[in-house]
């Protein structure tokens, strides 16, 4: 019930007066058990954005299927009237730009993104724009690869000179102690 009221929007405050309870202990059994606040709030509202998504769908697929209807029962009356009157050839021109214009005002009405397709383009640009930024970061990881690699073998390089010239150091020393003694 607690749970209920904190994931509803109620404070945890509210609610320690409201039960009389600690409230720093409240806080922390909600830390522990991960309430969430306004949860409730926010699955009520994404159940409305697509309940409106839905409507939105419904009054889109019905004028598409006016459209549809208008424009067959149109063609209906070009093939049926092979020889038609200038009467009725005004009629169907009259009527055929009107079923045009409604086409054009529905297309940019219906064009407009609902709420979800909002949320999904957000989504994969979002995606796009981390994965962008995953080849970027593993670019600069083999930059720096290969410059650790560069610098190992500049040191090897080194090392071994400074082996050769320790190895000849010590040839020369051997030669002088074989003189010497």
Same mark, same amino acid.
């Given at each position: 019930?607690?749970?209920?009221?904190?994931?509803?929007?109620?404070?945890?405050?509210?609610?320690?007066?409201?039960?009389?309870?600690?409230?720093?202990?409240?806080?922390?059994?909600?830390?522990?058990?991960?309430?969430?606040?306004?949860?409730?709030?926010?699955?009520?509202?994404?159940?409305?954005?697509?309940?409106?998504?839905?409507?939105?769908?419904?009054?889109?697929?019905?004028?598409?299927?006016?459209?549809?209807?208008?424009?067959?029962?149109? &063609?209906?009356?070009? +093939?049926? $009237?092979?020889?038609?009157? #200038?009467? *009725?050839? !005004?009629?169907? @021109? %009259?009527?055929?730009?009107?079923?045009?214009?409604?086409?054009?005002?529905?297309?940019?009405?219906?064009?407009?993104?609902?709420?979800?397709?909002?949320?999904?383009?957000?989504?994969?640009?979002?995606?796009?724009?981390?994965?962008?930024?995953?080849?970027?970061?593993?670019?600069?990881?083999?930059?720096?690869?290969?410059?650790?690699?560069?610098?190992? &073998?500049?040191?090897? +390089?080194? $090392?071994?000179?400074?082996? #050769?010239? *320790?190895? !000849?150091?010590? @040839? %020369?020393?051997?030669?002088?102690?074989?003189?010497?003694?």
């Amino acid at each position: 019930m607690l749970r209920e009221e904190f994931e509803s929007g109620k404070s945890l405050v509210a609610i320690a007066v409201d039960y009389n309870l600690s409230y720093p202990s409240l806080k922390n059994y909600a830390s522990k058990n991960k309430w969430k606040k306004g949860i409730i709030k926010n699955i009520a509202a994404a159940e409305r954005v697509l309940d409106n998504d839905e409507k939105f769908r419904e009054k889109k697929d019905e004028f598409i299927g006016k459209i549809q209807d208008e424009a067959i029962e149109l &063609i209906g009356v070009f +093939k049926d $009237n092979d020889c038609m009157d #200038k009467d *009725t050839q !005004g009629a169907v @021109k %009259l009527r055929a730009g009107a079923l045009e214009a409604i086409v054009n005002i529905g297309s940019k009405i219906f064009s407009i993104e609902n709420n979800s397709e909002v949320v999904a383009r957000k989504i994969n640009q979002l995606a796009y724009n981390k994965q962008l930024e995953l080849l970027e970061y593993e670019l600069e990881i083999e930059k720096i690869g290969i410059k650790a690699t560069k610098n190992k &073998i500049k040191l090897d +390089k080194e $090392n071994l000179e400074i082996k #050769k010239v *320790t190895s !000849g150091y010590n @040839k %020369l020393k051997n030669e002088e102690d074989v003189h010497i003694g």
